[in-house]
């Protein structure tokens, strides 16, 4: 098992986003599973440590109901930042639904 990075050596935090951020528009669930593969990735090849997370909510009320949507975000600290991430492109076409400021972290 790898060892734990105390706070002092994270130089980098990458924050990957997992569900819904508008209430405009629903991402499948191939999209959460690429939002979801992405942080795999981080926490396995580019050794990366959960530091943080958030959840948001979204409430979006219809004239007889009212619907919850949850979002995730999940804060990533690298001793540096890795190679691949600038380059990382999505297995799917997840990046059509994705906010810009997480296109724009993932370079899409």
């Not at 105390?6 to 629903?26: C, F, K, M």
């Not at 530091?51 to 979006?60: A, R, Y």
């Not at 979002?71 to 890795?82: A, D, E, L, T």
Request: proline residues 6%.
């Amino acid at each position: 098992m790898p060892e734990k990075l105390s706070l002092g050596e994270i130089t980098y935090i990458q924050r990957a986003v997992v569900g819904p951020t508008t209430a405009d528009r629903i991402p499948s669930q191939e999209e959460i599973n690429a939002q979801m593969d992405f942080i795999n990735r981080c926490l396995g090849e580019g050794r990366g440590q959960l530091v943080g997370s958030e959840k948001g909510l979204i409430v979006v009320q219809t004239s007889d109901q009212q619907l919850v949507i949850q979002h995730s975000v999940y804060h990533i600290g690298f001793k540096r930042k890795p190679s691949w991430l600038d380059h990382y492109r999505p297995k799917s076409n997840a990046a059509a639904g994705m906010p810009d400021f997480v296109k724009d972290k993932m370079k899409l």
